[in-house]
C-alpha cells in the first residue's frame, strides 16, 4: 500500500517536473537509463547557460547521451524526494543555487565526495568544503530595471523599499519555489533585517512564480524593477529587452553548487561532467552567458557589468549556510505568509 502511495507520489512530481512552463526536459539519446554511456542531470540552470555546456561536454566525451532536466530548485528537491521514497534516484548530478539543499542531501548522506581536477585553480567561497559539492558559479543578483520606465537606476536596495516609483511594481521570485530567490531573501534579511523585507511589501513588492518570470514581466513593463538573476537578464538583454542590472554596495552573491550522487548510476561520467563543468572551456560558457565564473583566468563580457569573479568573492554578503538551512522553513514560511 505505502509503495504505491510512493510511487504514486512520484509519478505526480515527475509530471510537474516536466509540464510546467518554462521548465526543460532533453534527452539527447535513446540509451537505457542504467546504460554506461548515460548522464543525467538535475538542474535549476536556464537552458541559455547548461545548453552550451552540454553541448561543449558533449564534444569532448561523444560517447556520453546526456539527459539535463531544469526545473525551479523546489520542484527539484520534491522529485528527488519523490524517487528516494521510491527507491532509487534517477540523477547522477544535481546543479541549482539554493545552497542550503546541499547542506542536507550531504547531512542524509546523499553526496559524493569529490574533489574535481585543477580544484587549486577555483575559487572556493565554501569555509568547510569536504568535496560534498563545488560552487560552479558564483551567482549574483542585482536591482533589474526596465529603462523605458526608470530614468535614474535605484542608488541602494533602500531605494526600491521607500520610493514611489517602485510602489506596486517591483517582484521577487517566490523563494519556495527559486534557490536564488531563497537564498537573496536570506542575505538581505542578513544584511538589512527582516522589516526591511517587510518594507518592501509595505512598498508594494510582489511574489512572481519563478526567476525568470519576475525578469520577464519587468521586460515587459508589467513592472517598473525586479530582484533578478545575472544571466537570466542578461539573456533577455541578448534578445533587445529594455533592462539594466543594477548592483547596490551590498552585493547579493550566491554560490551555485554541483554534487554527484554517492548512489549514481553513472558515476564516472558524473565525475566528468564536474571536470568538465569546471574547467576553461566551461567556465569561459559560463562568464559568456552573463554570470561569474569560479576561475581567475576567464576573459569576462563588459557589456553585462559583472563583477570580477575575486570581487564577486570577496565582496558578497556573507552568510553562514548552516544557519540559513536550520531557517530555510521558518523564512519561506514567514515571507509565504507576508506576500499572500
Not at 505526480?12 to 542531470?41: P, Q, R, W
Not at 527582516?194 to 510582489?206: E, F, M, R, S
Request: glycine residues 8%; hydrophobic residues 40%; negative net charge.
Amino acid at each position: 500500500m505505502f509503495k504505491k502511495f510512493f510511487m504514486a507520489i512520484f509519478l505526480l512530481v515527475a509530471m510537474i517536473f516536466t509540464g510546467c512552463g518554462g521548465e526543460k526536459s532533453t534527452d539527447t539519446g535513446n540509451a537505457d537509463k542504467n546504460s554506461a554511456n548515460k548522464l543525467v542531470i538535475y538542474t535549476s540552470m536556464k537552458e541559455s547557460l547548461i545548453g552550451g555546456i552540454v553541448e561543449g561536454f558533449k564534444a569532448k566525451n561523444p560517447g556520453i547521451e546526456v539527459d539535463w532536466q531544469s526545473a525551479g530548485a523546489g520542484k527539484i528537491m520534491a522529485k528527488l524526494e519523490a524517487e528516494r521514497q521510491s527507491g532509487h534516484l534517477m540523477a547522477d548530478i544535481i546543479w541549482t543555487s539554493e545552497v542550503p539543499d546541499f547542506y542536507q542531501m550531504k547531512n542524509d548522506g546523499l553526496l559524493e565526495q569529490y574533489q574535481p581536477a585543477g580544484f587549486e585553480e577555483l575559487l572556493n567561497p565554501f569555509d568547510d568544503y569536504d568535496g560534498s559539492f563545488t560552487a560552479a558559479r558564483l551567482g549574483t543578483l542585482g536591482i533589474v530595471i526596465n529603462t523605458e520606465k526608470v530614468d535614474t537606476p535605484p542608488a541602494s536596495w533602500e531605494t526600491i523599499a521607500t520610493d514611489a516609483l517602485y510602489k506596486n511594481s517591483f517582484g521577487i521570485a517566490d523563494p519556495a519555489l527559486s534557490g536564488t530567490a531563497f537564498m537573496s531573501i536570506a542575505l538581505l534579511e542578513k544584511q538589512f533585517g527582516w522589516d526591511y523585507i517587510v518594507k518592501l511589501h509595505d512598498n508594494g513588492a510582489t511574489k512572481s512564480k519563478g526567476s525568470g518570470r519576475v525578469v520577464d514581466d519587468t521586460a515587459d513593463g508589467v513592472l517598473n524593477a525586479c530582484l533578478g538573476v545575472d544571466y537570466i537578464t542578461a539573456g533577455k538583454i541578448d534578445k533587445g529587452a529594455p533592462l539594466k542590472m543594477v548592483y547596490p554596495h551590498e552585493l547579493l552573491m550566491v554560490p551555485s553548487p554541483v554534487a554527484i550522487f554517492k548512489d549514481a548510476d553513472h558515476k564516472d561520467n558524473a565525475k566528468k561532467f564536474v571536470d568538465y563543468l569546471m574547467s576553461q572551456e566551461a567556465q569561459q560558457k559560463v562568464a559568456e552567458a552573463g554570470t561569474v565564473p569560479v576561475r581567475r583566468d576567464i576573459q569576462m563580457p563588459e557589456k553585462y557589468n559583472l563583477p570580477m569573479p575575486e570581487d564577486a568573492l570577496n565582496n558578497g554578503i556573507k552568510i553562514n549556510y548552516s544557519e540559513v538551512l536550520e531557517k530555510k522553513d521558518e523564512t519561506i514560511k514567514n515571507f509565504s505568509n507576508l506576500f499572500k
